[in-house]
């Protein structure tokens, strides 16, 4: 199948910054839409921002103006540059996205959806 795979959390002072990166792996066909993803102590997983194959980009209000979500396409990797952090920011955050991978045999390769998350990596913001 597919593994996504996150780094670049870690412990920060407020105002900081920090870089999360997500590789996807296995035998990948194609890549649709990356999300960042967080999910503070008590509270539900939200949406940070998410990016189209294409570019385009949506993020949470909460972030706009301080967080830059990119990837690239030929790595299958996402990244999330965080900048100006604060405590509310705290969580951990996780990487979700959906494609078409392929397994092969003896008479070809069978294509089949996935949609995988990451494990989650933490990031601490201490104000």
């Known amino acids: 199948q597919v593994q996504l795979v996150e780094s670049g959390g870690g412990l920060v002072q407020a105002g900081g910054s920090l870089r999360l990166s997500c590789e996807a792996s296995?035998?990948?066909?194609?890549?649709?839409?990356m999300g960042w993803y967080r999910q503070a102590p008590g509270k539900q997983r939200e949406l940070v921002a998410d990016?189209?194959?294409?570019?385009?980009?949506k993020y949470a209000d909460s972030v706009k103006g301080r967080f830059t979500i990119s990837r690239d396409n030929a790595k299958n990797t996402m990244y999330l540059q965080m900048s100006s952090l604060k405590a509310e920011d705290t969580g951990v955050y996780y990487c979700?996205?959906?494609?078409?991978?392929?397994?092969?045999?003896?008479?070809?390769?069978?294509?089949?959806?996935?949609?995988?998350w990451g494990q989650g990596t933490q990031v601490t913001v201490s104000s």
């Open positions: 990016i189209t194959r294409d570019g385009s980009t």
């Open positions: 979700n996205t959906g494609g078409v991978y392929y397994q092969s045999s003896h008479s070809g390769r069978t294509y089949r959806p996935f949609d995988s």
């Open positions: 296995g035998s990948i066909f194609s890549v649709n839409t």
